[in-house]
Nanobody, 119 residues
Framework: QVQLVESGGGLVQAGGSLRLSCAAS????????MGWYRQAPGKQRELVAA???????NYADSVKGRFTISRDNANNTVYLQMNSLKPEDRAVYYC?????????????WGQGTQVTVSS
């Protein structure tokens, strides 16, 4: 099993910044992807940003140029630096780890952290 513990959410004014952190523990394979998803009220969960163990990244178009994902492989931690926040970024943000196991991919989720952006 894998456990994910998120931190860093909160309330910020539009134009402000927040940094989310997610620490993973447990049975983590060397080949894994880590990422952040978000779910706004009444909407489906969507990918915000992802980073593979080799360092390649992928971002949703809506956050490109404003958000930066990074990871510390030694500590199994992923970060999301969010700058120039907009009210539409308001959502619950979930950390995800995907283990690429010999038996197929296995997904794990954090408990979620609320991000609220006031206009």
């Amino acid at each position: 099993q894998v456990q994910l513990v998120e931190s860093g959410g909160g309330l910020v004014q539009a134009g402000g910044s927040l940094r989310l952190s997610c620490a993973a523990s447990g049975h983590i394979f060397s080949s894994n992807d880590m990422g952040w998803y978000r779910q706004a009220p009444g909407k489906q969960r969507e990918l915000v940003a992802a980073i593979i163990s080799g360092g390649s990244t992928n971002y949703a178009d809506s956050v490109k140029g404003r958000f930066t994902i990074s990871r510390d492989n030694a500590n199994n931690t992923v970060y999301l630096q969010m700058n120039s926040l907009k009210p539409e970024d308001r959502a619950v943000y979930y950390c995800n780890l995907k283990n690429w196991t010999p038996w197929g991919p296995r997904d794990y989720w954090g408990q979620g952290t609320q991000v609220t952006v006031s206009s």
